[in-house]
């Protein structure tokens, strides 16, 4: 869980604001505010697969900076283009693909032609 999970704290007090420089992992409610998304939206991406956190059971969930990351990437993607919750992981694994391979050419290129 994040270090500004706020479950601990008495009633009442104020919420921390999140620091975002840190990368460390956060919990589902945490996630939820960075992003600016209902938690039914995060579980569905959890569902279909398009994120991955840490935990089995929903309060359980960390999620790891780079999930942050993958949900911002997402989003963006779903805002730009549209795309539905069913088509954004294999839209993701595809680029995800794309930069694999971009990265694998520029190897080659600078291995054999130095």
């Known amino acids: 869980m994040s270090s500004n999970d706020s479950r601990n704290d008495p009633p009442g007090a104020p ?20 992003l600016e998304l209902h938690e039914e939206t995060v579980c569905e ?8 956190p840490h ?3 929903r309060r359980d969930w960390a999620f790891p900076p780079e999930q942050l990351d993958r ?18 992981p294999l839209v993701m694994d595809l680029l995800g693909e794309v930069q ?13 032609f130095e």
Do not use: K, M
């Open 15 to 34: 919420v921390r604001a999140l620091d975002p420089s840190e990368r460390t992992p956060l919990d589902l409610d945490s996630f939820c505010v960075v």
């Open 71 to 88: 949900a911002r990437r997402a989003l963006r993607l779903q805002h730009d283009l549209g795309l539905n919750t069913a088509s954004l």
């Open 55 to 57: 935990g089995r059971a």
């Open 100 to 112: 694999r391979l971009r990265r694998r050419v520029r190897q080659l290129e600078d291995r054999f």
């Open 45 to 52: 991406w959890v569902d279909e697969g398009l994120l991955r």
